[in-house]
């Protein structure tokens, strides 16, 4: 009773309190409203089912209206609590919605954030299937931001093309290169920065891959050379046909390029043809002698007693000395003759169509005494008189020789003969002067029945690594040892070996003979590294080459990979298509190969690039004045330089002073051979520095610390 009387007391209150909405909301107010009228209801339904309670509450009994009360008010509760509780659920759900929508908008401009909290429950599954994407899309976003920034930090300007040709994607290098905004060159034809009239245009050209060059237009239409490859995006031709070109400026390669060129032929003291270049413009002469059916006549001069005016006046005088002789011999003869160096003070000559016929010679009479008196002429060096004169030989062709180099060599037994005459003469060569002619011929013979008498043998060159000073590899050099005159180098049987078709025989012998010590050698030392074979022209134009050498490494078991073939530039230029194809093969049997006396071809190191070629070895005749004349310096550190920018390896080779060392570690060079580690020793020699190496009692190695 006490508690339904203060029950009673409270419904009025609580109703006050809903009626002012002072401490609830209006909603809840609402819901208790609603729960009223629901208590109401629930009491008439009582009431209708508990006829007993209805007539007891009829009867106005007290207590029984208590309870209505009381049912009233417990579901007035019942219903205040699930309302909050469904509040609290749809504020939830909303809570819950809202953040997956904010993350889903982060997710849009790339931001990943933190994974979302993961509830039971259907919105739950959905953020783990969210997490999910955003996991992957992270995943892809990183890899192509890392792609994209792996492109605009690429050096190479990288163009990715439609089947078309219509640009797809440039990086910043080609923007930079060709001064376009990526948007200005996005969906117009490659062939738009092409520059026209070289090879057709970009898109007619099947992507391979291999190396070419092009010009490229910038928009300020200037003309950029450009080294480049193309090929299909996604390896071999793909369903989209796109295409990656990879471009790279080679402006400063061809200006480094041509200097070296230039510097490789044009003697640098008195700026005329150098011996190489000298032979290889007479090569030209002849060949167009011969087409022709013309003459030539070859002057070769050497100052009288030149290595007096060096002794007496100093090295300076002396190349004051041969600077005049350039330059009077450019005032005495024709403006068609060519003049070059061949030598220390040996200057020679090429009058084109002057013959041994009478007018012929009395032209050559008049000239040959014209030079003499000029080179005569008394001058001054630093204030002193100095009075020279010189000898020279004539030969003409075809009369005297029918190629370059007998025709030099004759016009020399000539010269030769000036000389023993007392000097200030000239001689026309005859047969008789050329002894060497004749001892030619006999070497010929005997060099043939080398092979039966066993005379030919093998010596290795170690090459040496110059960062650590170890032993990488040697390099086989023939030799040819007769009886009664001892050991003859290759420069003196190597050309009549290739006159003939002995060259291939010898090459053949120096192969098998290589493969058979480096078995030997591998029985002591693991790795008796890699041993490099030079190989000639006519070796290379074997129809079988590939075969003969892989059966040759088959039957010694001796893996390709240890071996390098090393190829003169001149060789690999002879036939550039025809070679390509070979060295393809040979490389892909595992051969390394080497480009031989780098510097004294005339091919343009892009023609060699597409060769696979790895190393590159830079001629002796560069290395000798390397740390004294500032132009083979050059020349050195531009051929290290190139060679590092290509991947290749470069070794020098005639290394012979710690000066020369010193200088090619500091340019980073790889490789070093020459006379500085001893001469080129035997097969056990070889195998003994091997075996000093390893247990590391090697003395050569002080040299590179
Ligand atoms: P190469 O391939 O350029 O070989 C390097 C030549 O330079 C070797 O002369 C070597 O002894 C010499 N040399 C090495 N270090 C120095 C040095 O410090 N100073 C100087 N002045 N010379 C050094 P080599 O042995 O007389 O060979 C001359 C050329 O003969 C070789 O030039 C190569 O073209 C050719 N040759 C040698 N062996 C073979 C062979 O088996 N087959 C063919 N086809 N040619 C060969
Ligand atoms: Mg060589
Ligand atoms: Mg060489």
């Given amino acids: 009773r ?76 019942i219903l205040l609590v699930s309302g909050i509780a469904i509040w609290f659920v749809a504020r939830n759900q909303t809570t819950r919605i809202r953040e997956l929508k904010r993350e889903a908008e ?71 290169l060709l001064g376009y905004e990526e948007r200005e060159l996005l969906g117009t034809s490659i062939d738009r920065i092409f520059s026209p009239g070289k090879s057709g245009t970009l898109v007619d050209q099947k992507p391979s891959g291999i ?85 030539l006549c070859l002057f070769y001069i050497d100052i009288d007693a030149f290595k007096e005016i ?27 003759s060519i003049i070059g160096r061949l030598a220390g003070d040996e200057f020679a000559v090429i009058l084109d169509g002057v013959g041994p016929d009478e007018s012929g010679k009395k032209r050559t009479d008049v000239l040959a005494k014209l030079v003499l008196d000029r080179l005569a002429d008394p001058f001054f060096v630093q204030g002193h008189e100095v009075f020279m004169t010189a000898s020279m030989g004539i030969a003409y062709y075809p009369k005297d020789a029918p190629n370059v180099i007998d025709l030099i060599r004759n016009a020399d037994a000539a010269l030769y003969h000036a000389k023993k005459s007392g000097g200030n003469v000239y001689s026309y060569y005859e047969p008789v002067m050329n002894e060497a002619a004749v001892e030619r011929l006999m070497t010929k013979s005997k060099l043939k029945r080398s092979f039966e008498r066993d005379e030919l043998l093998v010596h290795y060159q170690p090459k040496y690594n110059l960062e650590t000073g170890e032993v990488f590899g040697a390099e086989a050099l023939v030799r040819w040892e007769l009886p009664e005159r001892g050991l003859i180098l290759p420069s003196d049987f190597i050309p009549i070996a290739e006159e003939t078709n002995l060259i291939i025989e010898i090459g053949e012998w120096v192969l098998d003979k290589v493969c058979e010590d480096f078995r030997f050698w591998q029985r002591s030392v693991s790795s ?30 001796v893996s390709p990979t240890s071996l390098e073939l090393e190829i003169t530039e001149t060789t690999l230029m002879e036939n550039p298509e025809r070679t390509i194809k070979l060295l393809d093969q040979l490389y892909a049997l595992g051969l390394h190969l080497a480009i031989d006396d780098f510097g004294t ?29 500032p132009d083979d310096a050059t020349i050195v550190s531009t051929i290290v330089q190139m060679g590092r920018n290509l991947n290749m390896d470069v070794v020098a080779e005639g290394v012979e002073s710690e000066d020369q060392l010193a200088f090619l570690q500091r340019l980073g060079c790889t490789y070093v051979q020459g006379l500085l580690f001893g001469d080129p020793m035997s097969s056990d020699n070889y195998l003994e520095l091997l075996l000093a190496q390893a247990e590391g009692t090697d003395t050569h190695r002080a040299l590179f610390a």
């Fill in 2 to 77: 006490g508690h339904a009387a203060s029950g009673r007391s409270l419904w009025p209150a609580v109703r006050i309190t809903l009626e002012n909405k002072t401490m609830i909301g209006c909603n809840i107010f609402r819901i208790t409203a609603w729960a009223g009228s629901f208590s109401g209801a629930v009491s008439t339904f009582v009431v209708s089912i508990f006829p007993a309670a209805a007539a007891q509450a009829q009867a106005g009994d007290d207590s029984i209206s208590m309870s209505f009360v009381w049912v009233e008010i417990f579901s007035a509760l």
């Fill in 106 to 176: 982060k997710l849009r401009d790339a931001d990943f954030g933190e994974p979302l909290r993961v509830q039971p429950g259907e919105l739950g599954e959905l953020a783990a299937v969210f997490n999910d994407m955003r996991d992957k899309l992270k995943t892809t976003t990183i890899s192509r931001d890392y792609v994209d920034s792996i492109l605009s930090s690429m050096n190479d300007a990288i163009i990715v093309t439609a089947s078309d040709g219509a640009i797809k994607r440039v990086n910043r290098a080609t923007s930079h």
């Fill in 211 to 295: 190396p070419r060059e092009a010009f490229f237009e910038s928009k300020l239409g200037e003309s950029i050379p450009v080294s480049y490859t193309c090929s299909f995006l996604g390896g071999k031709e793909a369903e989209s046909g796109d295409r990656i070109y990879a471009a790279q400026n080679i402006t400063e390669r061809r200006r480094a390029e041509k200097r070296i060129r230039y510097l490789a032929r044009i003697d640098a003291l008195t700026k005329i043809p150098n011996r190489m270049q000298f032979q290889h413009l007479l090569q030209r002469c002849i060949a167009r002698a011969r087409r022709s059916s013309r003459p």
């Fill in 310 to 336: 060096n002794d007496t006046f100093g090295h300076l005088a002396g190349d004051t000395t041969l600077e005049t002789v350039a330059e009077r011999l450019n005032m005495a003869l024709p403006e068609d």
């Fill in 528 to 557: 008796p590294g890699r041993v490099s074979v030079n190989l000639s022209l006519k070796q290379l134009r074997q129809p079988n080459f590939t075969r003969r050498i892989s059966s040759i490494l088959r039957s010694y078991e």
């Fill in 601 to 629: 071809g005339y091919s343009s190191l892009s023609a060699l690039q597409q060769f696979p070629i790895s190393t590159l070895k830079i001629d002796k005749s560069f290395v000798r004045h390397v740390s004294t004349n």
